[in-house]
T-cell receptor, first 114, second 112 residues
Framework: EPEVTQTPSHQVTQMGQEVILRCVPI?????FYWYRQILGQKVEFLVS????????KSEIFDDQFSVERPDGSNFTLKIRSTKLEDSAMYFC????????????FGPGTRLTVL | DQQVKQNSPSLSVQEGRISILNCDYT??????FLWYKKYPAEGPTFLIS?????DKNEDGRFTVFLNKSAKHLSLHIVPSQPGDSAVYFC???????????FGKGTLLTVNP
């Protein structure tokens, strides 16, 4: 069964450093999402991406964040200058077009900012 | 901002019995609701969904009920199995972008 994959599974970085989190969505899916979950809190929407552009972003998704689909398979989330409060699980999700709302999630990347 | 609320942080049931997980929402524009299961260190796994035009959807042991007037949905698992032990998230979306708004989750423990 096709699945969303994410790399790395765990990323440790120093405050102020740039990180890139990678995702490979399910191959026939056209809508892509990033969510995050800070420890002990709910899963929060960050950004949605369709047709090579951001379709919606949350208040969390400020100028330090960016997303890109550099080729036909990868979808990346970049944090330019990480802060301590960026430490969280980051989940990528994808959805096929055609009206179904079901999003399929990857296993997540645990980001630890020291 | 708690548009989706799961008021029970945990639930414990005996194997073979029914598990009922509840979810309330405040945004009347939500038109699609989903339940996800999550194990530690894994991503949310889709379980079952329901459109706002329906009041019930069933898939094997899992049934979701939607009461729009009460802005309430519930997930029934019958019979419950120890492998069902996980955190269950209720999520909702509105409109064409389909971004999901999640509840805080309910930890279900099914005891053998």
């Amino acid at each position: 069964e096709p699945e969303v994959t994410q790399t790395p599974s765990h990323q440790v970085t120093q405050m102020g450093q740039e990180v890139i989190l990678r995702c490979v969505p399910i191959s026939n899916h056209l809508y892509f999402y990033w969510y995050r979950q800070i420890l002990g809190q709910k899963v929060e929407f960050l950004v949605s991406f369709y047709n090579n552009e951001i379709s919606e972003k949350s208040e969390i998704f400020d100028d330090q964040f960016s997303v890109e689909r550099p080729d036909g398979s990868n979808f990346t989330l970049k944090i330019r200058s990480t802060k301590l409060e960026d430490s969280a699980m980051y989940f990528c999700a994808s959805r096929v077009s055609g009206g179904t709302d079901t999003q399929y999630f990857g296993p997540g990347t645990r980001l630890t900012v020291l | 901002d708690q548009q989706v609320k799961q008021n029970s942080p945990s639930l414990s049931v005996q194997e073979g019995r029914i598990s009922i997980l509840n979810c309330d929402y405040t945004n009347s524009m939500f038109d699609y609701f989903l339940w996800y299961k999550k194990y530690p260190a894994e991503g949310p796994t889709f379980l079952i969904s329901i459109s706002s035009i329906k009041d019930k959807n069933e898939d094997g042991r899992f049934t979701v009920f939607l009461n729009k007037s009460a802005k309430h949905l519930s997930l029934h698992i019958v019979p419950s199995q120890p492998g069902d032990s996980a955190v269950y998230f209720c999520a909702a979306s509105e409109g064409s972008n389909y971004k999901l708004t999640f509840g805080k989750g309910t930890l279900l423990t099914v005891n053998p």
